[in-house]
Structures are given as structure tokens and as C-alpha cells.
T-cell receptor, first 111, second 115 residues
Framework: DQQVKQNSPSLSVQEGRISILNCDYTNSMFDYFLWYKKYPAEGPTFLISISSIKDKNEDGRFTVFLNKSAKHLSLHIVPSQPGDSAVYFCAASQGAQKLVFGQGTRLTINP | SAVISQKPSRDICQRGTSLTIQCQVDSQVTMMFWYRQQPGQSLTLIATANQGSEATYESGFVIDKFPISRPNLTFSTLTVSNMSPEDSSIYLC????????????FGPGTRLTVT
């Protein structure tokens, strides 16, 4: 039972353009959503989060959008930079307990 | 965010043996989490470790296979017992943090290969 899904295993974007990573979830009890970035041989690094009572949160080049009715969230990166090349995981939480992760999307930024 | 270290960073072990992974945090934390990332897969929570109480295991994970210790508020260990090649994974510890405590911060991970 995959409660959090990232349907795109990979995404390739040109440097300077917008990267959009998508995530769907099935559990309506999730109340907090997070995005992590992971480089090889490192642990996941927290990027940005959003509470279920909001529909948008912005932090510099990163913006997360939440559509509760569609049970969908997305991460926008503008402009994309070569250092953004990594695997991105979305995660969901219910009541500050465990995180449930998606399968990850490998983002490649091309020069 | 907390600074988290793990030892060892990687290891190659023979089947049937056990490995203990250490997780050290630079500040006191109530809850610590242990995750596993199998090759090409997502992160899966193994157990939640609170200081002074038994760890809480997720479905599919048992204490006999993955015993956890939490002797104080800055340290925890995870043991992978009686290893098989299927245990080859990255093992990660994390702690809660952030403004309202919903965020988790991860250590660098321990890459385990079982031959």
C-alpha cells in the first residue's frame, strides 16, 4: 500500500528553466508534507515543507504547492541550477510521527 | 538543525553475522528514528526510539532482527542481526526538529553490503 507516490522516476530540465516535481498521496489524515533532496552517499537533506492548512509555501527558489482535494503536491524550483541535480523525495506525516516517503524522482539539470 | 553522525559509514559483512550501527546527535532529542533504504527503493521506517522506553517497530520489522538501544538523549544504536544479502541497504537515523517538530533531519547513513 503505497500511500505516497512519485510517478516520475526521473526528470531532465535545462539550466535556468523551471523544474516541477510531483507527488500524490492517498491518506487524507496526513497533515504535513515535506520535500527532501538526496545526493549519493549522503543522507536526505530537508528542503521545504507545508502544512495541510496551507496551499503554498515559498523559500527562495523553492515553492511547494498543495492541492488537498486532489491529494497532490508539487515542488517548483526556479531557476534550476546544476547543483539541484539530485534525487528528490516527498514525504508525508500524520501528527508529527513517522514520515512516509515516496519513491523519489531523479532530477538532472542540463547546462 | 541538529548535526547527526553515524558509524560506520559503510561495511561489508558476511551472512549470518551482526552489525551495530551508532547514531550520535549534537543536542538532546526526545525521538530518534531508524530508516532503511534498499537499493533503488524509498526510505522505510524501521522503528522509533524514545529514551527510556522500548522502541516501537513498524509492520514487517521485529526486535529480534533489529534490536535498538537508546541509552540517553543524544545516542542510539541499531543492530542488524543474523544478516542475509536482503539486508544490504543504507541505514539512516533521524531526529525531529524544525519550528513545530514535524521536520526530520537525517544522518549521513550507513551503507551495508552483506555477502
Amino acid at each position: 500500500d503505497q500511500q505516497v507516490k512519485q510517478n516520475s522516476p526521473s526528470l531532465s530540465v535545462q539550466e535556468g528553466r523551471i523544474s516541477i516535481l510531483n507527488c500524490d498521496y492517498t491518506n487524507s489524515m496526513f497533515d504535513y508534507f515535506l520535500w527532501y533532496k538526496k545526493y549519493p552517499a549522503e543522507g536526505p537533506t530537508f528542503l521545504i515543507s507545508i502544512s495541510s492548512i496551507k496551499d503554498k509555501n515559498e523559500d527562495g527558489r523553492f515553492t511547494v504547492f498543495l492541492n488537498k482535494s486532489a491529494k497532490h503536491l508539487s515542488l517548483h524550483i526556479v531557476p534550476s541550477q546544476p547543483g539541484d541535480s539530485a534525487v528528490y523525495f516527498c514525504a508525508a506525516s500524520q501528527g508529527a510521527q513517522k514520515l512516509v516517503f515516496g519513491q523519489g524522482t531523479r532530477l538532472t539539470i542540463n547546462p | 538543525s541538529a548535526v547527526i553522525s553515524q558509524k560506520p559509514s559503510r561495511d561489508i559483512c558476511q551472512r549470518g553475522t551482526s552489525l551495530t550501527i551508532q547514531c550520535q546527535v549534537d543536542s538532546q532529542v526526545t525521538m530518534m528514528f531508524w530508516y532503511r533504504q534498499q537499493p533503488g527503493q524509498s526510505l522505510t521506517l524501521i522503528a522509533t526510539a524514545n529514551q527510556g522506553s522500548e522502541a516501537t517497530y513498524e509492520s514487517g520489522f521485529v526486535i529480534d532482527k533489529f534490536p535498538i538501544s537508546r541509552p540517553n538523549l543524544t545516542f542510539s544504536t541499531l543492530t542488524v542481526s543474523n544478516m542475509s544479502p536482503e539486508d544490504s541497504s543504507i541505514y539512516l537515523c533521524s531526529v525531529q526538529g524544525g519550528k513545530i517538530g514535524y521536520e526530520q533531519y537525517f544522518g549521513p547513513g550507513t551503507r551495508l553490503t552483506v555477502t
